[in-house]
């Protein structure tokens, strides 16, 4: 089972990404995907959930300006990141797993978000 993250770069405050989820190696309709950064000196912290079948939730920081999306055909979760924030700089990392925590997910490599002000 692989996750390819995709989608990072740099961009003005107050501008847009999507971050990309490529699912591989099996169809993840029961799991949780989900968005996760972590910034250098921080400990990683959760973005944003979606179960495959239905249902989302964002962490407070990003409420209103992140959209989390899937395309089931496709295998793929996307993290559209409009109004970035210098503070919104870190290297992003997508998940799956059974567990609603994330409790024995698998992880995919991460992809460097950076906003400059």
């Known amino acids: 089972v692989q996750l390819q993250a995709s989608g990072g770069g740099l961009v003005q405050a107050g501008g847009s990404l999507r971050l990309s989820c490529a699912a591989s190696?099996?169809?993840?309709?029961?799991?949780?995907v989900g968005w996760f950064r972590q910034a250098p000196g921080k400990r990683r912290e959760f973005v944003a959930r979606?179960?495959?079948?239905?249902?989302?939730n964002y962490a407070d920081s990003v409420k209103g300006r992140f959209t989390i999306s899937r395309d089931n055909a496709k295998n793929t979760v996307y993290l559209q990141m409009n109004s970035l924030k210098p503070e919104d700089t870190a290297v992003y990392y997508c998940?799956?797993?059974?567990?609603?925590?994330?409790?024995?997910?698998?992880w995919g490599q991460g992809t460097q978000v950076t906003v400059s002000s």
């Open positions: 190696g099996r169809t993840f309709s029961n799991y949780y």
């Open positions: 998940a799956a797993s059974l567990d609603y925590g994330f409790a024995g997910g698998y």
């Open positions: 979606i179960r495959w079948s239905n249902g989302s």
